[in-house]
């Protein structure tokens, strides 16, 4: 199994044996729109609903998180678990995740509600750090649409060369690769069929940069 939604649906489909409608009634959720984006990876369980799952399964967590090493759970049973539970709470955190096109212009960001939560190495976590959904395919085939983006909204001073999430007037907040020269910026997407944006230097406001990107997490 490839996929985190893959192995997912295994536990639901062949090992419980239950509908999405079910699944989501055993874990909690009102909304059974939530068990089908898990399982197409449009959002990740946090920590506490990954464990739920892989008890519910009678499975390895490490097996639900990697897809590496056997299946069932060791002999040890909840105990194995709550051990491989405890190491993975030690090396990750679970932080929540927004959509771009609600997320808001710079003082109000993020804006809206949490689309769902993304669990990642906390070395890569830093106060400030923000979680977006991306859509589109302008900045592809480094950000791919449907990626998850880490944005460090203290991360604000321009490194020509560098991701940034800035907002512009009349696109919101974009994901763009921004160029610095002593007369302008050039906001300039990955994806050469996409037009760039050129701003003098005099035009560059407070509310344009609204953070680094510091990192990505997506499906290849």
């Given at each position: 199994m490839s996929t985190l939604g893959e192995r997912i649906?295994?536990?639901?489909?062949?090992?419980?044996?239950?509908n999405q409608s079910s699944f989501a009634d055993r874990l909690g959720f009102s909304r059974v729109a939530t068990i089908s984006d898990y399982e197409k990876n449009k959002r990740n369980p946090d920590i506490s609903t990954l464990c739920k799952?892989?008890?519910?399964?009678?499975v390895s967590l490490d097996w639900l998180l990697t897809g590496k090493g056997p299946i069932e759970e060791s002999s040890a049973g909840s105990d194995a678990r709550e051990a491989e539970w405890s190491l993975y709470c030690e090396e990750y955190i679970t932080i929540e995740?927004?959509?771009?096109?609600?997320?808001?212009?710079?003082?109000?960001?993020?804006k809206g509600r949490p689309v769902g939560a993304i669990s990642i190495?906390?070395?890569?976590?830093?106060?400030?750090?923000?979680?977006?959904k991306v859509e589109g395919e302008s900045m592809s085939p480094n950000i791919v649409d449907?990626?998850?983006?880490?944005?460090?909204t203290k991360e604000c001073g321009?490194?020509?060369?560098?991701?940034?999430a800035v907002w512009l007037n009349y696109e919101g907040v974009t994901i763009k690769r921004?160029?610095?020269?002593?007369?302008?910026?050039?906001l300039k997407p990955d994806n050469p069929t996409f037009p760039e944006t050129?701003?003098?230097?005099?035009?560059?406001?407070?509310?344009?940069?609204?953070g680094r990107v510091v990192w990505v997490y997506q499906r290849y």
């Open positions: 649906k295994l536990i639901r489909d062949e090992l419980l044996k239950i799952i892989a008890d519910m399964g009678s995740t927004y959509d771009i096109k609600d997320s808001g212009a710079p003082g109000e960001f993020p190495p906390k070395k890569d976590f830093k106060n400030g750090t923000v979680a977006i449907g990626a998850t983006i880490g944005i460090n321009l490194i020509s060369g560098k991701l940034y921004v160029f610095v020269y002593p007369d302008r910026i050039i050129t701003i003098p230097s005099q035009n560059i406001g407070e509310n344009l940069i609204i």
